[in-house]
């Protein structure tokens, strides 16, 4: 029992070296950085300057486009999901292949390539002539951000909840439908509630990397649409100030943290209701 014990530390041991190296370490010098002045003194004028009107304007810019680009995801995902349950598993799983293949292109390479489509000359605009439309300004807009986060983040979204609602037994949508419910009701009292789980890891994997990204905001946004992230990328590389940069980063680690307690507060509220 000790020899079994003691052999499990060891493959603890691994983990313990990464995160400590990797999550514990820069977590530790954000705080100390993002608390502290040049001169090493403690102050929060660093996360002060949040107030100010182009930080407060970048932040919440950042969150609205964040929810946006979450509830867009949210409802793409469920009828999506709610089409592919319905189908032959092998169908099924080779539609859910296809979502999950930009994951596994560089993020940098698909955004260009939606760059391409909405530019001044680009394609759709090349589109739109042919068929005698006038031109589209997409380009360094909200708007090609939240496209351009819609499709690199909606495969988070689809997957988590795609496992969930295959796993609910389909006897009991046929049992809603019997009872008189029709399809409306069926999503409301039955598909939603058991599918909650799934729907909560979704708009967690999504909001988050929506909330934080700026390579997407740099290519689609440009320097008309600066995105908290962008702002923070810019005080490391640019300026070369780690104090207001990791301010700025503490900010947005208390919204993840916030999100994440609201994740687990739903979730504890659903399991005591069942």
């Known amino acids: 029992m000790f020899q079994s014990v003691t052999v499990r530390n060891l493959f603890l041991v691994p983990f313990c070296l990464w995160a400590g190296i990797f999550i514990f370490i820069p977590l530790v010098c954000i705080i100390y950085y993002g608390l502290t002045n040049s001169g090493g003194s403690f102050t929060l004028d660093n996360i002060a300057i949040i107030t100010q009107r182009e930080y407060y304007y970048s932040l919440r810019l950042s969150v609205v486009l964040a929810l946006i680009t979450t509830i867009i995801c949210l409802l793409l995902a469920y009828p999506l999901c709610l089409i592919l349950i319905e189908r032959a598993k092998s169908a099924g799983t080779i539609i859910i292949l296809l979502f999950v293949l930009p994951l596994w292109m560089n993020t940098l390479l698909s955004t260009m390539a939606w760059q391409t ?10 589109v739109l002539r042919l068929l005698s439309m006038p031109d589209m300004t997409l380009i360094n807009t909200p708007t090609a951000v939240v496209i351009g986060m819609i499709y690199n983040y909606l495969p988070y979204m689809v997957l988590p909840l795609y496992v969930t609602l295959s796993k ?31 729907a909560i890891s979704g708009i967690t994997m999504v909001f988050i990397p929506a909330l934080t990204t700026f390579a997407i905001s740099a290519l689609l946004g440009g320097s008309k649409l600066l995105l908290i992230g962008n702002v923070i990328e810019q005080e490391f590389t640019v300026e070369y100030d780690w104090h207001l940069g990791s301010a ?25 209701e069942e």
């Open 117 to 126: 489509i909405f530019e001044r000359d680009g394609i759709l605009n090349q």
């Open 168 to 198: 609910i037994d389909k006897s009991i949508f046929e049992a809603a439908r019997d009872l008189g419910a029709n399809s409306w009701q069926t999503f409301l009292k039955v598909t939603l509630p058991l599918s909650l789980p799934g």
């Open 248 to 272: 700025l980063s503490i900010i947005l680690m208390i919204f993840i943290v916030i999100n994440m307690v609201l994740t687990i507060f739903f979730d504890m509220s659903r399991r005591e």
